[in-house]
């Protein structure tokens, strides 16, 4: 099994920025792709970014492109958001996933069996 937990989260302004962690731990050499999600309230989970096993390739949905990174240094089993420029609409629980399969850095839920439980960013306008 594998154990994932986020931190970071918390309340800033319009166009603050902000870094958040995840930190796996347990059967850590199982894992390939990660990604962060978020929900809203009232709305469903969605992919934010997905990043490969060596960090060479990463996914973003188009709604971060240019505002969000995704990294991750395996030494640390640690994957990280980098957010800049944030928005009230980013307003959300951000949520940690990983994946015990090379999945392209999917945008599915599916895709990956391990979750955190999850960090709370708010932006306030």
């Known amino acids: 099994q594998v154990q994932l937990v986020e931190s970071g989260g918390g309340l800033v302004q319009t166009g603050d920025s902000l870094r958040l962690s995840c930190a796996a731990s347990?059967?850590?050499?199982?894992?390939?792709?990660m990604a962060w999600f978020r929900q809203a309230p009232g709305k469903e989970r969605e992919f934010v970014a997905g990043?490969?096993?060596?960090?060479?390739?990463?996914q973003a949905a188009d709604s971060v492109k240019g505002r969000f990174t995704i990294s991750r240094d395996n030494a640390k089993n640690t994957v990280y958001l980098r957010m800049n420029n944030l928005k009230p609409e980013d307003t959300a629980v951000y949520y940690c996933?990983?994946?015990?399969?090379?999945?392209?850095?999917?945008?599915?839920?599916?895709?990956?069996?391990?979750w955190g439980q999850g960090t709370q960013v708010t932006v306030s306008s």
């Open positions: 990043i490969s096993q060596s960090g060479g390739s990463t």
């Open positions: 996933a990983a994946s015990n399969l090379a999945v392209g850095q999917s945008s599915r839920r599916q895709a990956y069996p391990y």
């Open positions: 347990g059967r850590t050499w199982t894992i390939y792709d």
